[in-house]
């Protein structure tokens, strides 16, 4: 090995992840920060090769984060991180062992995602009399993404050209640039047309933009005005809950799964590349089941 072993094993791994696996690049700039911060845990020096990492220095690192209050869901993130990198390692016989085997993720404390109940969504969805583009915006886009369950980076980007009106889906690029086609209903199909029609030219004013969802400037909504919009939505409409748009997200799968719908599907539609990310509406619906047996069951 080089002197610059270390770092060029980690280069190789970041090229992988990037053009390879096709990775987002956020997602690849977290990988690369967590292995840093891995490796200026460990006694590197300019000779240190990969097969110089032993299990101790993973396991050191991790009671250092555990001492540092730093959350079991980040502990987890950078384990993570640190296995892929090794098992890309050995699989181009760049290090002969894995020095991760063996050692365990830190117990993540699963909470149950925040959702809405129906009638709080359809308080929320509740059309306004105030027809202004604006307003036929944000409905269209409350909708959307109630009906979709997408993340509200997907909602915001979405291309007039990935909307199909006729057989009612519309296409987004996820996470590590995944496309999927996600369905929604009548309700959302109208809202969106109303808008299509009336509202977005005006927002418009003759200028043109590859997004559905516009401003008043012609350029695409942004994440965080969109996170405002649904905070005085709500407030307007009485809820007294704190919610996100990530909250509609919650509430479309939770909805789904306390309605019958297979989690391989929702994960489908939500765009989950792993179906354990999805199983946590498992617990939603068993929190469902327990209320249900509790108020009905004469030993409740």
Known sequence: MSESALSACLDLFLHFITAERRLAQNTVSAYHNDLLAFFRSVPVTGKTSPSQIKQKHIRNFLSRLYEQKVSSKSSARKLSAIRQFFHFLVAENLALVDPTSGVELPKIKKSLPKSLNVQEVTALLESTDIKSP??????????????????????????????????????????????????????????????????????????????????????????????QIIQEVSFARGINKKISPHSLRHSFATHLVENGADLRTVQLMLGHSDISTTQIYTHVDSRRLKTVHQKFHPRG
């Open 134 to 227: 604006l307003s036929l915006r944000n409905t269209a886009m409350l909708h959307l993404l109630y009906g979709t369950g997408l993340r509200v980076s997907e909602l915001v980007k979405v291309p007039v050209s990935g909307l199909n009106l006729t057989a009612g889906y519309v296409r987004v690029l996820g996470k590590g640039s995944k496309e999927r086609l996600v369905p929604f209903g009548e309700e959302a199909k109208e809202k969106i047309d109303i808008y299509i029609g009336l509202g977005r030219p005006l927002l418009l004013k003759g200028r043109r933009s590859d997004f559905l969802f516009v401003t008043s400037r012609a350029t695409a909504m942004t994440r965080l005005r969109f996170w």
